[in-house]
């Protein structure tokens, strides 16, 4: 059974930038794909970003392309999302997710393994 804990989120002003960290705990992470959702209050959960387990493959949902980037270290069980040049529409509780394939995080479904949520807040 996978835990995962994230950590980082805060409040920016639009322009800046924040690194969130998600580190798992009881299972072998190197194996799970891996990926970011957010969630606005009164909305459903929306993927944002993903990386595969063996490769590095990684996806992005258009809203965030050229401004977010996905990146793990398996050695430290951690995945992290890079988030640059932050807008207020970036406001929203975000997500760690897990499954053993990376197509389910894409697809906006995601896999059984979830985060607490750490809240971004984008304002100025």
């Known amino acids: 059974q996978v835990q995962l804990l994230e950590s980082g989120g805060g409040l920016v002003q639009p322009g800046q930038s924040l690194k969130l960290s998600c580190t798992a705990s009881?299972?072998?992470?190197?194996?799970?794909?891996a990926g970011w959702f957010r969630q606005d209050p009164g909305e459903e959960r929306k993927f944002v970003a993903g990386?595969?387990?063996?490769?590095?493959?990684?996806e992005y949902a258009d809203s965030v392309k050229g401004r977010f980037a996905i990146s793990r270290d398996n050695e430290k069980n951690t995945v992290f999302l890079q988030m640059n040049s932050l807008k207020p529409d970036d406001t929203a509780v975000y997500y760690c997710?897990?499954?053993?394939?990376?197509?389910?995080?894409?697809?906006?479904?995601?896999?059984?393994?979830w985060g607490q949520g750490t809240q971004v807040t984008v304002s100025s």
């Open positions: 009881g299972g072998t992470f190197g194996r799970y794909a």
């Open positions: 990386i595969g387990w063996s490769d590095g493959t990684t």
């Open positions: 997710n897990a499954d053993f394939q990376l197509r389910t995080i894409v697809a906006g479904i995601g896999g059984p393994y």
